[in-house]
């Protein structure tokens, strides 16, 4: 079982709130994600991180940010929440694995709704 | 554009049948990942294959990479209600430092 935890589960917002969206992990990766994920479409990456201090923005534009300040936490933010932000979002982090090839643990998503 | 297909998105079939999902792109992957996800839950890690023509058993569960790296698939013999979830295969492309390209999943339901 990976030991990665992201909270809210659930959370139902107004249009223009600002929100945090916490995810931590307890197995000292250095690499984590972000993803976005729709029903019947595929995991969008839109932000990465490599360790503390390093953030770098992925395939998918996001108006989200991130923030790296300790290895085991990885929080996403959203400054002013819309309704096209509704989505199911994903943190991740990832090791190497046997195969050589880094294999990613996935935490249980935030599905966030905003009216 | 999407970098991987998935076929077919949703398959609905009786326990005891086999199975085959596709993922296939132009495009070459250094590996390849399946991953299983249900409802409510982040996916899951089932295998990673790396070389081409790499065939991977994982109980009722066979795993191919293509010979030229740039398709998958996935067999489930004799399927069970405990197999139902979401596929999704990823791919990983040279050096990216473990980001990865996922295709938009197979949705799978095994009725008893």
């Known amino acids: 079982e990976a030991d990665i935890y992201q909270t809210p589960r659930y959370l139902v917002i107004g249009t223009g709130k600002k929100i945090t969206l916490e995810c931590s992990q307890t197995m000292g990766h250095d690499k984590m994600y972000w993803y976005q994920q729709d029903p019947g479409m595929e995991l969008h990456l839109i932000h990465y991180s490599y360790g503390v201090n390093s953030t770098e923005k992925g395939d998918l534009s996001s108006e989200s940010t991130v923030s790296r300040i300790r290895t085991e936490h990885f929080p996403l933010t959203l400054e002013s929440a819309r309704p096209s932000h509704t989505s199911q979002y994903l943190c991740?982090?990832?090791?190497?694995?046997?195969?050589?090839?880094?294999?990613?643990?996935f935490g249980p998503g935030t599905r966030l709704t905003v009216l | 554009t999407q970098l991987l297909e998935q076929s077919p998105q949703f398959l609905s079939i009786q326990e005891g049948e086999n199975l085959t999902v596709y993922c296939n792109s132009s495009?070459?992957?250094?590996?390849l990942q399946w991953y299983r996800q249900e409802p409510g839950e982040g996916p899951v890690l089932l295998v990673t294959v790396v070389t081409g023509g790499e065939v991977k058993k994982l109980k009722r569960l066979t795993f191919q990479f293509g010979d030229a790296r740039k398709d998958s698939s996935l067999h489930i013999t004799a399927a069970q209600p405990g197999d139902t979830g979401l596929y999704l295969c990823a791919g990983a492309r040279g050096n990216q430092g473990g980001k990865l390209i996922f295709g938009q999943g197979t949705e799978l339901s095994v009725k008893p």
């Open positions: 991740a982090s990832s090791e190497l694995g046997t195969s050589g090839i880094d294999e990613q643990f």
């Open positions: 495009s070459v992957f250094s590996s």
